[in-house]
T-cell receptor, first 110, second 110 residues
Framework: AAGVIQSPRHLIKEKRETATLKCYPI?????VYWYQQGPGQDPQFLIS???????DKGSIPDRFSAQQFSDYHSELNMSSLELGDSALYFC?????????FGPGTRLTVT | LAKTTQPISMDSYEGQEVNITCSHN???????ITWYQQFPSQGPRFIIQ???TKVTNEVASLFIPADRKSSTLSLPRVSLSDTAVYYC???????????FGGGTRLMVKP
């Protein structure tokens, strides 16, 4: 069965650079979520989209933005990167029963 | 959102049954109880969801008493590959974001 696809899987950036993470949800899932998981921490909800509209907003920094496109894929844009942004970024899609998580993008900011 | 409390860690041996209890004293009437499993550097994976009494699937059982202020995830005959962090989450079933907090780190020993 198709799963959530995230790209890239690994990303290394320097401080103050920008990064774009992409998420391709499971076909026919109309809701996409983004989570951030720092080292040794629990996943923290950032933002979600339903039918291409923002549906919920969590602890997403103002330096980050996201959107969902007409084909339902989503992108998380991160600017002015800081060392503390180093984390695993998970995307999940939902059929409103359970959330299916992607493999994550490991972002390292140096 | 209802707050949950679970043990920080548990140890078990292969072949044993493991029961992880979660407290959620202020669960709302329309809240469901959902359990996710997470392996290191992987996205969380849905295990089971329930509203009341008992739910069973191919990997686990979920026991929920009548007052719904707690729930118990039961993993029958665990194996080494069940070593992971298990999260109990409480929320309505409307596709809202997941609030992860304080999962239980299960270590299965040979």
């Amino acid at each position: 069965a198709a799963g959530v696809i995230q790209s890239p899987r690994h990303l290394i950036k320097e401080k103050r650079e920008t990064a774009t993470l992409k998420c391709y949800p499971i076909p026919r899932h109309d809701t996409v979520y983004w989570y951030q998981q720092g080292p040794g921490q629990d996943p923290q909800f950032l933002i979600s989209f339903y039918e291409k509209m923002q549906s919920d907003k969590g602890s997403i920094p103002d330096r980050f933005s996201a959107q969902q496109f007409s084909d339902y894929h989503s992108e998380l844009n991160m600017s002015s990167l800081e060392l503390g942004d180093s984390a695993l970024y998970f995307c999940a899609s939902s059929n409103l029963i359970e959330q299916y998580f992607g493999p994550g993008t490991r972002l390292t900011v140096t | 959102l209802a707050k949950t409390t679970q043990p920080i860690s548990m140890d078990s041996y292969e072949g044993q049954e493991v029961n992880i209890t979660c407290s959620h004293n202020n669960i709302a009437t329309n809240d469901y109880i959902t359990w996710y499993q997470q392996f290191p550097s992987q996205g969380p994976r849905f295990i089971i969801q329930g509203y009341k009494t008992k739910v069973t699937n191919e990997v686990a059982s979920l026991f929920i008493p009548a007052d719904r202020k707690s729930s118990t995830l039961s993993l029958p005959r665990v194996s080494l590959s069940d070593t992971a962090v298990y999260y109990c989450l409480v929320g309505d079933n409307a596709g809202n974001m997941l609030t992860f907090g304080g999962g239980t780190r299960l270590m299965v020993k040979p």
